[in-house]
């Protein structure tokens, strides 16, 4: 087959599940993948012939409802590729928002946690970004932070990794110039309306809540922040969007007078900024 039939062929098989745009967009990511193009070779090249040896099993994967990210094993975040599996949550584009927003604003030298942090995307980010940084991430997940690992010495990040619960007690780590997290936020509810290759194949404990509590994870790590933080400190999260005022009322009673709320490229409430 052409590599244009073999991206239509995957494209037709995985639109049901994403619609037309985002279905091409998955199958040009598999074929750049597997035939190690980039974008524009790809394009440059549609009318020729190509043999991708495994391409009915990947095309069937696809079909079932595995995402693009877990079938290629890897997901780019912040210009990096990421290993990625069903362990970890697949790093999205927000949080890239969220990473930017930090490293713009941070100073050269700080020290940085990263509470949940899964593949290690945020911290690696900053870890390469933020020049001088100490970063150090934690995770209750030892499968997450053995990826994390080696997403950090295959990116050549510094990046200290602890096994730790992020519901916990975390002062023993000492103090910090920035507390980040993209911590579990969606209320369970919310499960009958999102997607099954998320709800099927992502880690559900990186992802859900109990609708009773969904700022749980945000109140631990705020009440860390207030221990751990050095004056002038700051937190930064990622949110669920129709919980950012609620979040930043609870900034404010734990003492972090300084709270902002920021909308992602989508115009949706995504990210909370607060200084100790």
């Known amino acids: 087959m052409t590599i244009r039939l073999t991206i239509h062929t995957i494209r037709d098989a995985v639109e049901p599940l994403y619609g037309l745009h985002e279905a091409e967009s998955v199958a040009r ?33 696809l079909r079932s409802g595995r995402p693009v990210q877990y079938v290629l094993g890897r997901a780019e975040f912040c210009e990096m590729i990421f290993e990625v599996a069903e362990g970890v949550l697949i790093p999205r584009p927000e949080t890239e928002e969220l990473v930017y927003r930090i490293a713009e604003t941070a100073k050269r030298g700080v020290r940085i946690l990263d509470v949940g942090t899964g593949s290690g995307a945020i911290a690696v980010s900053l870890a390469k970004l933020v020049n001088e940084s100490e970063v150090v991430a934690v995770d209750i997940s030892r499968e997450a932070l053995t990826i994390a690992r080696r997403n950090a010495e295959r990116l050549g990040a510094k990046v200290a990794f602890i096994e730790a619960d992020a519901l916990g007690d975390l002062s023993a780590l000492g103090e910090f110039d920035i507390i980040v997290s993209n911590p579990p936020y969606i209320p ?25 509590d969904i700022l749980c994870f945000y109140r631990a790590t705020a009440e860390n922040g207030q221990k751990m933080l050095r004056e002038g400190g700051s937190l930064w999260f990622e949110i669920y969007e129709r919980a950012g005022e609620r979040l930043c009322a609870m900034l404010r009673e734990k003492g972090f007078s300084q709270t902002e709320l920021f909308e992602d490229a989508n115009a949706k409430p995504r990210m909370v900024w607060s200084r100790r």
């Open 29 to 61: 990511m598999v074929v750049c993948e597997k035939l190690g193009y980039n974008l524009s070779q790809l394009v440059a090249h549609y009318d020729e012939e190509c043999e991708i040896e495994d391409i009915e099993r990947v095309t069937e994967e």
């Open 188 to 212: 369970q509810s919310d499960i009958v309306d999102m997607r099954r290759n998320v709800v099927d194949y992502e880690p559900h404990t990186a992802l859900f809540v109990p609708d009773n």
